[in-house]
T-cell receptor
Framework: KAGVTQTPRYLIKTRGQQVTLSCSPI?????VSWYQQTPGQGLQFLFE???????NKGNFPGRFSGRQFSNSRSEMNVSTLELGDSALYLC????????????FGEGSWLTVV | GQSLEQPSEVTAVEGAIVQINCTYQ??????LSWYQQHDGGAPTFLSY????GLEETGRFSSFLSRSDSYGYLLLQELQMKDSASYFC?????????FGKGTRLHILP
């Protein structure tokens, strides 16, 4: 069974640009969540989707948005990029929205210059 | 507010036992999990506690006391490959919250 797949793995963007990151969950998993990881800050929750509905959103500005498609694949978008958005963005999937066992993708490393 | 506290770093000797503690304050509680992350890698699931007590998986054990809002991860027979960051995570009413992680250093 394939794991969680994230694309692209690495990308460099300029301040002010926007970026879209993609995530394909494990087959059969309907819950997808996104996290931002920066050194010393652990994993900061961005949002969680279940069956195309956003269930929860973390404390991030409106520049961060996401969506989930009918096939459970998910995308997140960051507009008007700032230097501080440089981070590892992790997507995770679980079988249901109460799942305590979540499976992470390898992440997308975003560098904003 | 909601928060998880765990030590930022722990150092132990190869072959020894180490315990990583986690205390939490969340709105609602639906379980405490532990994840391991090696440098440059993705976090991987290690253990889950939904009820009080000890769960054992090979060299790793995890404990939960809901009345104390406390849990720990116990690693036995430490190996150099166990050098990594360890995160506790709690599923609350609305989301999973992660601690900032404990960096485990293992000395030969």
């Amino acid at each position: 069974k394939a794991g969680v797949t994230q694309t692209p793995r690495y990308l460099i963007k300029t301040r002010g640009q926007q970026v879209t990151l993609s995530c394909s969950p494990i087959s059969g998993h309907r819950s997808v969540s996104w996290y931002q990881q920066t050194p010393g800050q652990g994993l900061q929750f961005l949002f969680e989707y279940f069956s195309e509905t956003q269930r929860n959103k973390g404390n991030f500005p409106g520049r961060f948005s996401g969506r989930q498609f009918s096939n459970s694949r998910s995308e997140m978008n960051v507009s008007t990029l700032e230097l501080g958005d440089s981070a590892l963005y992790l997507c995770a999937s679980s079988a249901d929205w109460r799942g305590n066992t979540i499976y992470f993708g390898e992440g997308s490393w975003l560098t904003v210059v | 507010g909601q928060s998880l506290e765990q030590p930022s770093e722990v150092t132990a000797v190869e072959g020894a036992i180490v315990q990583i503690n986690c205390t939490y304050q969340t709105s609602g509680f639906y379980g405490l999990s532990w994840y391991q992350q090696h440098d440059g890698g993705a976090p991987t699931f290690l253990s889950y506690n939904g009820l009080d007590g000890l769960e054992e998986t090979g060299r790793f054990s995890s404990f939960l006391s809901r009345s104390d809002s406390y849990g720990y991860l116990l690693l036995q027979e430490l190996q150099m490959k166990d050098s990594a960051s360890y995160f506790c995570a709690v599923r609350g009413d609305d989301k999973i919250i992660f601690g900032k992680g404990t960096r485990l250093h293992i000395l030969p």
